[in-house]
């Protein structure tokens, strides 16, 4: 394979790279506060050509090309903008120029070889192109993704950690003051924790949403092993209507739910909860969990009975180890929708002792609660759900996926 081609392939991917990114480092830097900002995107499309080269010269090595393309592309890039890159001072930004910089230079090089790998450039075909454009607008789209997602969230833990004067004299400013040491940046988090009783709150939300979990999937794989493996009347149109219930939204079920639940002595206390959302989360979890037993085999749990296992028995020790993926994913579904729900826990819910975190967070929506309170306690819901997501990932994946082909 003639080298050229892909050193030309390289430069051309590592200049429009390098663009991208600084442009996307001095909309940071605008939103810090550090002005006038100049984008230089002569020399980082110089630097970043040069930098993507360096990155597929395969003769020095995978860990050696990877350092010397940082090394000079970093110093390139600092050398054609006059060591004063984005119009910054030195002396007076040094950390922002040098981590803009390393970050410039290193997502180049990681985004043209992620590009190039295993491209074969010599007599491109209709696949090696195709590869590698769906390649490109794949690194293009998941860079827009990941911008959109991540800025609000960005945006949400800085504004919690300012105090209001900041706040106030420029609200989209994102650089952070360490004046005030660590008690001034986690002032909003300790009145948010103690005088708007979030830790209450917070345990709450834990009890509602384990114990929706619990129900719910105690229920859903009971229901979903009948519908799979036993054959009763009404099998067919009960698989088939299991996600009937989402076709009313809640906003249509809570008026009569109101009506029946304020009759009944269930409004404004947490049992009515434990009754709403175990309805509203179970076809979903039915569904789910009913497609992965479909591709379970039959055979295991037919030895099992011939074994002496009960139909408990078997659903205990046979079905239930081999579905740990999917119960893992329905079991954070769950979580994630009793945890983030909010109409139901405000209509039913009236006493402050008993409010969940998001009807809690009802009281920090006010003119006289500083922002940045609101904005920690977006935080705190957020977090822990978030640290479950990325814990679960690989069953969430797994058993969203498992039922999707059968056998």
Avoid: H
């Avoid at 442009?23 to 040069?50: K, N, T, Y």
């Avoid at 309170?373 to 994946?397: C, I, Q, S």
């Amino acid at each position: 394979m003639p080298e050229w081609r892909r050193a030309l392939a390289a430069a051309l991917i590592g200049g429009v790279s390098a663009c991208i990114f600084t442009v996307i480092w001095g909309i940071l830097l605008l939103f810090s506060g550090i002005e006038p900002i100049l984008i230089p995107l002569q020399g980082a499309f110089i630097s970043g050509m040069l930098t993507g080269v360096f990155s597929e010269i395969k003769s020095l090595g995978e860990a050696k090309s990877f350092f010397i393309s940082i090394g000079l592309g970093s110093i390139l890039f600092l050398f054609l903008n006059d060591f004063s890159p984005w119009n910054i001072n030195l002396e007076k930004q040094a950390l922002a120029a040098g981590l803009g910089t390393l970050w410039v230079i290193l997502i180049t090089v990681w985004s043209t070889r992620k590009v190039l790998a295993g491209i074969k450039l010599e007599g491109l075909d209709r696949d090696e192109i195709e590869r590698l454009t769906i390649r490109i607008f794949q690194g293009i789209g998941l860079l827009f993704f990941i911008i959109i997602v991540a800025f609000p969230f960005i945006y949400m833990v800085i504004t919690s950690l300012k105090s209001q004067m900041a706040l106030l004299t420029n609200p989209t400013d994102l650089s952070i003051s360490f004046e005030s040491g660590l008690g001034g940046l986690i002032k909003s988090y300790q009145e948010v924790w103690t005088t708007f009783q979030f830790q209450r709150y917070i345990w709450i939300s834990t009890v509602v949403s384990v114990g929706t979990v619990g129900i719910t999937l105690s229920l859903s794989i009971l229901g979903a092993y009948s519908v799979t493996r036993l054959r009763f009347p009404g099998r067919v149109w009960l698989s088939r209507s299991i996600l009937i219930i989402y076709m009313f939204p809640a906003i249509v079920l809570v008026i009569p739910l109101y009506s029946i639940f304020s009759q009944l002595q269930l409004r404004n206390s947490l049992l009515g909860l434990f009754i709403v959302y175990p309805a509203t989360t179970l076809p979903v979890a039915l569904y789910m969990l009913k497609g992965f037993f479909s591709t379970l085999p039959a055979e295991l749990e037919e030895a099992g009975r011939i074994d002496g296992c009960s139909r408990l028995g078997v659903i205990w020790r046979i079905t239930l180890p081999l579905s740990l993926p999917a119960i893992a994913s329905v079991a954070l579904y769950v979580f994630m929708i009793a945890w983030n729900e909010f109409l139901f826990a405000f209509m039913f819910l009236d006493d402050p002792e008993i409010f969940t975190l998001s009807r809690g967070m009802v009281s920090l929506n006010s003119s006289e609660v500083p922002r940045q309170y609101l904005m920690a306690g977006a935080v705190m819901v957020t977090v822990p759900v978030m640290v479950l997501f990325f814990w679960f990932e690989k069953y969430l994946v797994s058993g969203l996926s498992a039922g999707a082909v059968k056998g």
